[in-house]
Protein backbone atom coordinates (compact mmCIF):
# COMPACT_ATOMS: atom_id res chain seq x y z
CA UNK A 1 0.00 0.00 0.00
CA UNK A 2 0.84 3.52 -0.31
CA UNK A 3 0.54 6.69 2.22
CA UNK A 4 -0.19 10.34 0.83
CA UNK A 5 0.71 13.83 2.12
CA UNK A 6 -0.27 16.67 0.36
CA UNK A 7 0.95 19.90 0.90
CA UNK A 8 0.30 23.38 -0.76
CA UNK A 9 -2.93 24.55 -0.10
CA UNK A 10 -3.22 28.20 1.50
CA UNK A 11 -5.56 31.01 0.40
CA UNK A 12 -4.44 33.30 -2.44
CA UNK A 13 -7.25 35.64 -4.35
CA UNK A 14 -8.94 35.43 -7.50
CA UNK A 15 -7.31 35.23 -10.59
CA UNK A 16 -3.91 33.72 -8.42
CA UNK A 17 -2.07 30.52 -8.34
CA UNK A 18 -1.07 27.76 -6.30
CA UNK A 19 0.72 24.75 -6.78
CA UNK A 20 -0.36 21.35 -4.32
CA UNK A 21 2.03 18.65 -3.62
CA UNK A 22 1.22 14.94 -2.94
CA UNK A 23 4.11 12.68 -1.98
CA UNK A 24 3.65 9.17 -1.64
CA UNK A 25 5.43 6.52 1.07
CA UNK A 26 5.59 2.54 0.98
CA UNK A 27 5.08 0.71 -2.23
CA UNK A 28 6.63 2.18 -5.55
CA UNK A 29 5.05 5.23 -6.28
CA UNK A 30 5.22 4.43 -10.18
CA UNK A 31 2.75 1.02 -9.40
CA UNK A 32 0.07 3.94 -9.23
CA UNK A 33 -2.20 5.81 -11.49
CA UNK A 34 -2.64 9.06 -9.43
CA UNK A 35 -5.83 11.82 -8.88
CA UNK A 36 -6.76 14.84 -7.55
CA UNK A 37 -10.32 15.33 -6.43
CA UNK A 38 -11.80 17.90 -4.67
CA UNK A 39 -14.98 18.36 -2.19
CA UNK A 40 -16.62 22.23 -1.64
CA UNK A 41 -18.52 22.78 1.41
CA UNK A 42 -22.07 21.08 1.30
CA UNK A 43 -21.07 19.12 -1.77
CA UNK A 44 -19.77 15.83 -2.81
CA UNK A 45 -16.42 15.05 -3.28
CA UNK A 46 -15.81 15.40 -7.70
CA UNK A 47 -13.10 14.64 -9.69
CA UNK A 48 -10.41 17.10 -11.19
CA UNK A 49 -7.82 15.46 -12.74
CA UNK A 50 -6.07 12.09 -13.37
CA UNK A 51 -2.39 10.79 -14.46
CA UNK A 52 -1.58 7.71 -15.78
CA UNK A 53 1.34 6.01 -14.07
CA UNK A 54 4.33 6.80 -16.52
CA UNK A 55 2.96 10.51 -16.74
CA UNK A 56 2.09 10.15 -20.45
CA UNK A 57 -1.81 10.54 -19.80
CA UNK A 58 -3.98 12.82 -18.39
CA UNK A 59 -7.35 13.35 -17.69
CA UNK A 60 -8.64 17.01 -16.89
CA UNK A 61 -12.53 17.81 -15.93
CA UNK A 62 -14.28 20.47 -18.52
CA UNK A 63 -14.02 22.88 -15.76
CA UNK A 64 -10.04 23.01 -14.91
CA UNK A 65 -8.97 22.80 -18.45
CA UNK A 66 -6.59 25.51 -19.39
CA UNK A 67 -5.82 26.38 -15.78
CA UNK A 68 -5.03 23.39 -14.07
CA UNK A 69 -2.46 20.92 -15.24
CA UNK A 70 -0.74 17.85 -13.63
CA UNK A 71 2.53 16.33 -13.57
CA UNK A 72 4.87 13.46 -11.71
CA UNK A 73 7.65 12.96 -10.71
CA UNK A 74 7.79 9.19 -9.63
CA UNK A 75 11.57 9.17 -8.73
CA UNK A 76 10.38 11.64 -6.51
CA UNK A 77 7.28 9.92 -5.38
CA UNK A 78 4.96 12.79 -6.00
CA UNK A 79 2.53 14.44 -8.13
CA UNK A 80 1.72 18.64 -7.96
CA UNK A 81 -1.45 19.92 -9.55
CA UNK A 82 -0.45 23.43 -10.91
CA UNK A 83 -4.09 25.67 -10.37
CA UNK A 84 -3.36 29.13 -12.08
CA UNK A 85 -6.37 31.33 -12.57
CA UNK A 86 -8.36 30.36 -9.79
CA UNK A 87 -12.18 31.57 -9.23
CA UNK A 88 -13.72 31.63 -5.85
CA UNK A 89 -15.55 28.39 -6.83
CA UNK A 90 -12.47 26.66 -7.00
CA UNK A 91 -12.49 27.10 -2.95
CA UNK A 92 -12.57 23.03 -1.67
CA UNK A 93 -10.54 20.64 0.31
CA UNK A 94 -8.05 19.25 -2.48
CA UNK A 95 -7.48 15.28 -1.92
CA UNK A 96 -4.74 13.13 -3.86
CA UNK A 97 -5.39 9.58 -4.68
CA UNK A 98 -3.84 6.73 -6.00
CA UNK A 99 -5.25 3.42 -8.05
CA UNK A 100 -3.75 0.93 -9.70
CA UNK A 101 -4.90 0.63 -13.78
CA UNK A 102 -4.48 -1.55 -16.04
CA UNK A 103 -3.41 -1.13 -18.82
CA UNK A 104 -0.92 0.90 -17.10
CA UNK A 105 -1.78 3.75 -19.82
CA UNK A 106 -5.53 4.13 -18.16
CA UNK A 107 -6.12 7.75 -16.50
CA UNK A 108 -8.72 6.53 -13.65
CA UNK A 109 -11.96 9.26 -13.28
CA UNK A 110 -14.19 7.48 -10.58
CA UNK A 111 -13.66 7.53 -6.92
CA UNK A 112 -14.23 3.71 -6.46
CA UNK A 113 -11.00 3.28 -8.45
CA UNK A 114 -8.81 5.12 -6.13
CA UNK A 115 -7.75 2.86 -2.99
CA UNK A 116 -5.64 5.15 -1.26
CA UNK A 117 -5.88 8.48 -0.48
CA UNK A 118 -4.40 11.54 1.20
CA UNK A 119 -5.89 13.56 4.08
CA UNK A 120 -6.29 16.99 2.08
CA UNK A 121 -5.41 19.92 1.78
CA UNK A 122 -7.65 23.17 1.87
CA UNK A 123 -7.66 25.66 -0.82
CA UNK A 124 -9.28 28.74 -0.37
CA UNK A 125 -10.01 31.33 -3.12
CA UNK A 126 -10.65 35.24 -1.76
CA UNK A 127 -12.84 37.25 -4.37
Known amino acids: QVQLVESGGGLVQAGGSLRLSCTGS????????MGWFRQAPGKEREFVVG????????HFVDFVKGRFTISRDNAKSSVYLQMNSLKPEDTAVYYC????????????????????WGQGTQVTVDS
Open 97 to 116: AAGFALPNSLVLTTEGQYAY
Open 51 to 58: ISQSGEMT
Open 26 to 33: GRAFSDYA
